[in-house]
């Protein structure tokens, strides 16, 4: 059964950079071992998260890129903004608007911490639980 998990924001340092988590999310999917694709909002997000991942733990090596050359399909973490169409990988961390469709493992969600924008998320967990997946809800 496939797995949606919505990580709510909560921590100062998440809030101030949500990307901090996707980064956190990202070397915990490096140390198990599970290939994994970010679906960047945008080129310019995928370039903050491409440089972050370079820089967010001196002791963290997370091997990631921009999608978009034949080094694909070697690379660990592959960050695909929406004008790259990147195959799905069995771990796909969501930052778009819209809920993952197609085949995968696990999706991992990340919730801001704005009240205000977490209406779309509601509409999305209710599209995966719709799908038949397993949800979970963790506060970060």
């Known amino acids: 059964m496939p797995r949606a998990d919505f990580y709510l924001i909560q921590k ?17 999917a490096v140390e198990a071992e599970q290939w994994t694709l970010v679906l960047a909002r945008d080129a310019e997000q995928a370039e903050r998260l491409d440089d972050l991942l370079w820089s967010f733990d001196d002791d963290a090596y997370v091997p990631h890129q921009i999608a978009g050359d034949e080094e694909d399909e070697l690379t660990p973490v592959l960050i695909a903004p929406p004008e790259v169409d990147a195959p799905l990988r069995p771990l796909v961390i969501n930052l778009r608007d819209a ?39 963790h506060d970060m």
């Open 12 to 28: 100062p340092r998440f809030r101030e950079e949500p990307l901090l988590l996707v980064c956190e999310l990202a070397r915990k």
């Open 99 to 137: 809920a993952v469709a197609g085949g995968f493992e696990r999706v991992l969600e990340v919730v801001p911490a704005d009240a205000a924008a977490r209406g779309p998320l509601r509409e999305r967990w209710k599209q995966y639980q719709a799908r038949g997946f397993e949800l979970n809800k």
